[in-house]
């Protein structure tokens, strides 16, 4: 059944936390097991002023697509008439040499034990593009991957692990078994389900506000709409 309530997993300080119904709890394992339901496909957005943990971050300017600024962002707001085009786009304009406009992509994921449960899994550039020293895949990487072997996404369980050699908190992706038919069947049945599809939509805040502690989330072409 569809529920009011966003559940979420946060990555804050490279540690899984599930935030659900007012309620955090830390996974400890540093990994989690999951099936990917659904996929939005990669968006970004800039925020002119400096990070705020305390705070909900409105961006001045995003994109759904990395394409075209949103039509919801005000005109006088948009940095340009495309992305490609964007100052904040460029190397560089950003900390550490990367770009001020960020990437993202919110996944729409649930847990072997609570199929039923749908939660958004919002993952950074660094996890979604790319690969690590040790071996570990971003998200495009792993997607390529299991199209390779003509291997649905939402049809095999899914471990998400931190790359314990970077400083910021880097996700990689590693295909665990297959699921039973009637445990596919089921996933399938959450593709378009609306929680999922609110968990992979786009929502950006309309005003700053303070964050409540239960409330932070950090920072594939599988796709519903």
């Known amino acids: 059944m569809g529920t009011n309530e966003l559940r ?23 990994y989690i097991e999951v099936v990917i339901v659904n996929a939005a496909l990669v968006s970004r957005a ?3 002023n400096a990070y705020d943990p305390n705070r909900v971050a409105v961006p001045t300017c995003w994109s759904s697509d990395t394409q075209l600024p949103s039509e919801d962002v005000p005109q ?8 490609m085009d964007c100052p904040q786009n460029i190397r560089g304009s950003g900390s550490y040499g990367g770009r001020a406009c960020r990437f993202s992509q919110r996944l729409a994921v649930v ?14 550039a660094t996890s979604i593009f790319g690969g690590t020293d040790s071996g570990g895949m971003g998200m495009q990487n792993y997607a390529r991957l299991l199209a390779r072997h003509d291997t649905p996404v939402v049809t095999i369980t899914t471990k998400i692990y931190f790359d314990g050699g970077s400083i910021v908190p880097k996700l990689c992706f590693k295909p665990v078994d297959r699921l039973d038919e009637d445990t596919a069947s089921r996933v399938s049945d959450m593709i378009n389900h609306e929680d999922t599809i609110r968990a992979i939509t786009m929502s950006i805040p309309t005003t700053s506000e303070p964050v409540s502690p239960f409330g932070v989330v950090e920072g594939f072409e599988l796709n519903a709409n």
């Open 76 to 83: 006088e707001q948009r940095k340009a008439m495309r992305c």
């Open 8 to 30: 979420r997993i946060s990555i804050r300080d490279s540690k899984f936390h599930t935030i659900s119904g007012g309620e955090e709890a830390t996974i400890d394992s540093g």
């Open 111 to 124: 847990f072997r034990d609570n199929l039923e449960e749908v939660y958004q899994l919002q993952i950074p």
């Open 46 to 48: 800039y925020y002119t």
